[in-house]
């Protein structure tokens, strides 16, 4: 398909050739490798030391980078190669050794290197378990090496019925392809990412390229050949010009969060992988339908599947051109692949296969509210009530009740109605200041990370889920929203504050949307202060060292009433309407927000 396409080039449009001739004078002095730079200029050289989730949990590992990387954020980790794997072994203590197949051996090791190792650890009565990641079942179920391994993880092209006919006494189960979210994630480090483009991933059979010429033209698109011999094919077609150089075809697994939109038609075994690295780095997706069943299929509602060249044009264009549709597939994908597809949800699942016994994690959250106004109660408990993150129990509810003569069984009914499962009631003097109330609660609070929330803003399904996710990868001890939206009730309008603010390490973020890690919580505490408690909070916290991180935009609204005197914050609506701001719909932003 591929090899037809300097053919096509001359039936195109007399327009379509001009500007592909612009583009080629425009870039011909400069050489593929220096002109492409929209997307790779920016990519990481190295990755910062991991810090293990799990370190008392010792693995051995032979893979390739893919895996050995992805794994080292998980456990305490020992590396093989296939010529020094027998001093490292004998002189190791570890709980599993965990090697990566792909057409029979382990990658980059020969046949007999990797008979040897497993030969060798099955004697000595080690816990060894592989994965297999490519490779056709009839390709590697002629190979020796499974019988020397009591536990092997399929990829999902791999029928398990297959393998335990052929070997009844070996363990097989499904693993699916997994993100590491320290290294594919959404932050932006050092220069903004561009708010247009594109990477595609093509293989030789792919025919969505050839009959999208004009959207190359636009100098937005980055070209991924996949597979012996298309870059050779592309290079013959006249495309060259948007090639990724081969010096940067290594950095594949850091690519994915520097592309507004990856398209990925290349129907191999990796795809899935891309898939989900771009998802975890909140890249929108496209895939071809005829590949579809290659990807996790709970992600299949959270990429966008197109069925034809025509399809696949209009979709990539209504992507690179429309944040708002881009930046909503994004979260809801990477927020899928949080909840089922990291490293961290395969090693649950290889300890569990395997016997290890493992201290799953916990992080039960803790929200925090203040409040002086009877009539905002309801808000409050159906805000957490609303939370997704509390459906497994994880969520309580800390309420301090400033100064209200209330009934506390009155109070508790309305909790129970909402229904929030879990209150902590607090009962707080009225001479007391905000500062002092929320100590209260922060020291009655028994979550692993605290959210201070106000009584009046709104919280979409997934705030808490997002938020907590995002300590994962940011680096940070404080999350927030710089970048939100503001409902003026008094005007109906909507603002969206702080845009750039995204994703990025910050000094401040909101105040209503402030979550720590509970030791940050108890070290800084509030200040005993009527108002300004949160910027005073933060901006101790920027002194102390300690990274404050601002997530997406979404699920989130800080909602001004009528009468600002009515809030702590008492600023003017016209100054919130700045260069900081701007307006970007009239109405209630509430269903717009939950995403």
């Not at 011909?28 to 989730?53: E, F, W, Y």
């Not at 030789?204 to 980055?222: G, H, K, T, Y």
């Not at 944040?323 to 490293?343: G, N, P, S, V």
């Not at 699942?349 to 905002?376: D, F, K, Y």
Request: glycine fraction near 6%.
């Amino acid at each position: 398909m591929l090899a037809t396409m300097k053919i096509q080039v001359q039936t195109l449009p007399r327009y379509l050739r001009a500007a592909l001739r612009r583009v080629a004078r425009r870039r011909g002095s400069r050489s593929a490798a220096s002109s492409r730079t929209r997307g790779l200029a920016s990519l990481p050289t190295a990755v910062s030391a991991p810090a293990p989730a799990r370190p008392e949990l010792r693995v051995a590992i032979a893979a390739r980078d893919r895996l050995r990387l992805g794994f080292a954020w998980e456990w305490t980790q020992l590396e093989l190669t296939q010529h020094s794997w027998q001093s490292v072994l004998a002189n190791s203590q570890f709980h599993l050794l965990l090697v990566e197949i792909t057409n029979g051996t382990i990658p980059f090791w020969n046949q007999q290197q990797t008979e040897a190792l497993l030969k060798w650890t099955s004697t000595e009565g080690l816990t060894t378990a592989a994965w297999v990641t490519g490779g056709s079942a009839e390709h590697e179920l002629a190979h020796q090496w499974i019988g020397s391994v009591p536990h092997v993880f399929l990829s999902r092209h791999h029928d398990p019925q297959i393998w335990r006919s052929r070997f009844p006494g070996t363990s097989f189960q499904i693993l699916e392809p997994s993100a590491q979210p320290r290294i594919h994630n959404p932050a932006i480090t050092g220069r903004t990412q561009p708010e247009r483009a594109g990477a595609i991933f093509i293989d030789e059979a792919s025919p969505f390229i050839s009959e999208n010429l004009a959207l190359l033209a636009s100098e937005q698109i980055d070209l991924w050949p996949i597979g012996i011999g298309v870059r050779t094919i592309l290079e013959k077609a006249g495309f060259s010009r948007f090639l990724v150089p081969r010096t940067a075809m290594s950095k594949v697994h850091h690519v994915r969060g520097r592309y507004a939109v990856v398209a990925d038609m290349a129907a191999d075994y990796d795809q899935p992988w891309r898939i989900v690295e771009a998802g975890s780095a909140h890249t929108a997706a496209i895939v071809n339908a005829a590949a579809l069943s290659n990807i996790p299929q709970n992600l299949h509602d959270y990429v966008n599947v197109v069925h034809s060249p025509e399809e696949f044009g209009s979709s990539l264009v209504a992507h690179l051109w429309q944040r708002e549709l881009r930046d909503r597939a994004a979260t809801r994908l990477a927020r899928e692949i949080y909840q089922r597809h990291t490293f961290g949800h395969r090693v649950n699942q290889i300890a569990a296969a395997t016997g290890i016994p493992l201290n799953h994690r916990i992080r039960p959250v803790s929200a925090v509210v203040s409040t002086n106004r009877p009539h905002e109660l309801s808000n409050i408990f159906h805000n957490v009530a609303r939370q997704g993150y509390g459906t497994d129990g994880n969520l309580e509810l800390v309420l301090v009740l400033h100064g209200l003569d209330l009934r506390r069984a009155d109070v508790e009914a309305m909790a129970r109605d909402a229904p929030v499962e879990n209150l902590v009631l607090i009962e707080a003097d009225r001479s007391l200041t905000l500062g002092a109330c929320l100590n209260l609660g922060l020291e009655a609070a028994s979550g692993h990370y605290i959210a201070k929330m106000d009584d009046d803003n709104f919280y979409g399904r997934h705030y808490l889920t997002d938020l907590v996710a995002a300590f994962d990868y940011s680096g940070a001890d404080i999350v927030g929203k710089w970048a939100h939206y503001v409902w003026l009730r008094s005007s109906r309008a909507v603002i969206l504050r702080c845009a750039r603010s995204e994703h990025r390490r910050v000094r401040l973020v909101q105040g209503g949307s402030i979550v720590m890690t509970r030791d940050v919580a108890h070290s800084l505490n509030f200040s005993d202060l009527p108002r300004g408690v949160d910027t005073d909070l933060l901006n101790r916290a920027h002194a102390s060292g300690v990274v404050t991180y601002s997530a997406d935009r979404f699920n989130y609204v800080s909602i001004r009433g009528a009468d600002r005197h009515s809030h702590t914050w008492t600023i003017a609506d016209t100054a919130l309407m700045n260069r900081a701001g701007s307006i970007v719909f009239y109405g209630d932003p509430r269903d717009h927000v939950e995403v």
